[in-house]
């Protein structure tokens, strides 16, 4: 009967354990979507801003070429003027027969042409000085959106760094996790390059939390984040994929190599010593490791690895096993 009643406490303490790390989640998940939803809107008013710079030179290169084309068109009609005026003069020369009126009809031929000649000058100085405000509009508009094109390219470096590492910890995000796991399950279908996979769990993070508060667990996670970085190689890949909940991703590395680094690993983190006002916290994780089969998927392999990490954990935690 005792050992009913334990197994009962033990599973309403799995449970409720269960809950609280959903609620973590599901927090972190908000605060994150709350980040993308600002940092969109952002994005959305930079682009917009800079579509309305191209529209705006679109719309000067329109005008330029509209006057580019006018411009021809009137400079083909002075043309034909200036020959009707010619032809006239020629016209009144031959058939003259006063000397005067010859020259009084010849001046006021010329002064026609000269006439014409002076509006399609006038006019070409009007678009002459429209075209250099538009030059100039245009290069301020060009500098304008370089500056803004660097913006957003900055935004998007930025959003980029933000989505691909986790906020409170600094090791790879739970995005990230989601995207380098595919790249390297495609990489062994195709190659059949081998790479290892463990889940690590802090253990009694909850108790860490109920004793000491929310800002000593922020503090573990950090810490133990850190150290974690320190036992893996530059081609490793630590991520935080959400709670207490680490994945340990080792390209190229054999079953036995990963269990020895985590073995190293757990136990330099229960040596270290964190204090949290004075007192001693003390940290320790358990582990489930895997490597891959054939056939694997994102799913399976995390199933694998969680089946061990639960062995782990059921074994009084502080420990690690191989999936099987």
């Known amino acids: 009967m005792v050992h009913k009643v334990e197994q009962n406490t033990d599973w309403k303490s799995r449970y409720l354990d269960a809950l609280k790390d959903l609620e973590q989640r599901e927090q972190g998940w908000a605060q994150s979507e709350k ?23 679109t719309q000067i290169i329109a005008e330029d070429q509209k006057d580019h084309e006018s411009i021809h068109k009137e400079a083909k009609s002075l043309h034909c003027f200036v020959q009707e005026g010619m032809e006239r003069i020629q016209k009144n020369f031959r058939s003259a027969n006063d000397l005067q009126n010859l020259k009084s009809e010849i001046s006021k031929n010329i002064d026609e042409i000269r006439g014409g000649v002076d509006d399609f000058a006038d006019r070409f100085n009007e678009r002459h000085d ?5 030059n100039i509009k245009l290069t301020e508009q060009l500098s304008q959106m370089e500056q803004e094109t660097l913006e957003l ?18 090791v790879y995000s739970r995005m990230a996790y989601d995207e380098r796991i595919q790249q390297e399950l495609a990489r062994w279908t195709r190659y059949e390059t081998p790479f290892s996979y463990a889940i690590l769990d802090i253990d ?8 000491f508060g929310h800002n000593a667990g922020d503090k573990a996670l950090k810490i133990v984040a850190q150290l974690m970085t320190t036992y893996v190689r530059q081609s ?3 991520f935080r994929i959400g709670g207490e909940e680490f994945v340990l991703l080792l390209p190229s590395t ?19 010593s964190f204090h949290f006002k004075g007192a001693p916290v003390t940290l320790t994780l358990s ?7 054939n056939d694997d998927s994102v799913e399976s392999i995390y199933e694998r690895a969680d089946k061990a990490l639960y062995k782990a954990k059921n074994s009084g935690r502080n420990c690690q ?3 099987d």
Do not use: P
């Open 35 to 57: 980040l993308l939803r600002k940092e969109k809107r952002e994005l959305e008013k930079l682009i917009l801003k800079v579509t309305q710079q191209l529209e705006d030179v």
């Open 130 to 134: 429209a075209t250099s405000e538009r």
């Open 153 to 170: 390219q900055v935004m998007l470096e930025e959003n980029q760094t933000k989505l691909l590492y986790d906020a409170l910890t600094g």
């Open 204 to 211: 009694h993070f909850k108790r860490v939390n109920d004793t």
């Open 236 to 238: 490793d890949y630590v």
């Open 254 to 272: 054999k079953l036995d190599n990963a269990s020895t680094l985590v073995e190293t690993m757990r136990a330099g983190i229960a040596d270290s």
């Open 287 to 293: 582990a489930g490791i895997t490597e891959t089969r």
């Open 321 to 323: 096993f191989i999936a």
